[in-house]
């Protein structure tokens, strides 16, 4: 199957279908909004994840482990 | 008595009597019966293989209308895919009569682990659902899929492997749901960036 640089196609079942005009704007648009879904989900994901580690380092703090230690569990 | 190669039913010799063919064929018959159910534990195969495709270079890739149909309740979904790049993910949205649904109806926990961190994660409401990040080594997944043509919330679980060469492997096991009753008849897989290429495998499971 041959196919020119930058065209997009999709597959349905076994039939290829080169995406052009109206077709590939809405297929494209579709694309951008579930990235930037993605975007919102990891970013909260990766407040999560800091705000934990801060909080464990606060903790680890208080009771006196060093910083090799902290790092050590983080 | 000449018999078959693998089960040993009786047929007839070269020389047998044509009068003694009606029994010979109940014979035979019966032995069949008897194999196959002893085979297959009941009189149809549990996991039966509905379709098999490979995808090259695409953005998407659906299966063929109709695959989830009043035939099968459950289903077991195997593909491999690599991106062209390392770019995107590979995601999957349900589908009827065509349509991908982009309703924000797909729930997802996951439990991830990369060498000794293991992490969870949760989204809930979302368009689509996410499998994976692409990797240009190729990645698996075995997907469990209950209920996509019943009027019942659909639900799956799937156990992804991550085989990037350059980190070393990843681990994800996923469950989720399409969080309303609707009924699909198919799903695609759509990379959010690099076009991607692999195959897939589709078993319905009887009842």
Do not use: C
């Amino acid at each position: 199957m041959s196919k020119k640089n930058n065209n997009l196609f999709i597959q349905d079942g076994d039939n290829v279908i080169e995406l052009l005009g109206a077709e590939l704007e809405a297929f494209e648009a579709n694309r951008k909004a579930m990235i930037d879904e993605q975007v919102l989900v990891e970013t909260e994901y990766r407040n999560k994840q800091e705000a934990r580690q801060d909080a464990i380092k606060k903790l680890a703090k208080i009771v006196g482990l060093t910083d090799e230690e902290i790092a050590a569990i983080i | 008595m000449a018999t078959t190669t693998n089960y040993g039913w009786t047929t007839p010799d070269d020389t047998a009597l044509v009068k003694d063919g009606a029994a010979a064929i109940r014979s035979l018959g019966s032995s069949i019966d008897t194999s196959l159910n002893t085979a297959l534990g009941t009189k149809k195969a549990g996991l039966v293989l509905l379709n098999t495709t490979s995808f090259t270079g695409v953005a998407s890739t659906s299966l063929t209308q109709g695959i989830f149909n009043s035939s099968y309740r459950n289903y077991f979904i195997r593909i491999q895919f690599t991106g062209a790049t390392a770019s995107g993910s590979l995601t999957f949205r349900f589908r009827t009569t065509g349509t991908d649904n982009s309703n924000a109806n797909y729930q997802k926990q996951e439990l991830s682990s990369s060498s000794t961190t293991v992490t969870g994660a949760r989204s809930a409401n979302q368009t689509s659902f996410t499998i994976s990040s692409l990797q240009t080594d190729f990645n698996i997944a075995d997907i469990y899929l209950y209920n996509p043509q019943i009027v019942s919330n659909t639900g799956f679980q799937i156990f992804t492997a991550i085989v990037p060469a350059t980190t070393g492997p990843l681990t994800v096991h996923q469950v989720g749901g399409f969080n309303a009753t609707t009924q699909f008849d198919a799903m695609s897989f759509i990379s959010t960036g690099a076009n991607i290429t692999g195959y897939y495998q589709v078993y319905g499971y009887n009842d």
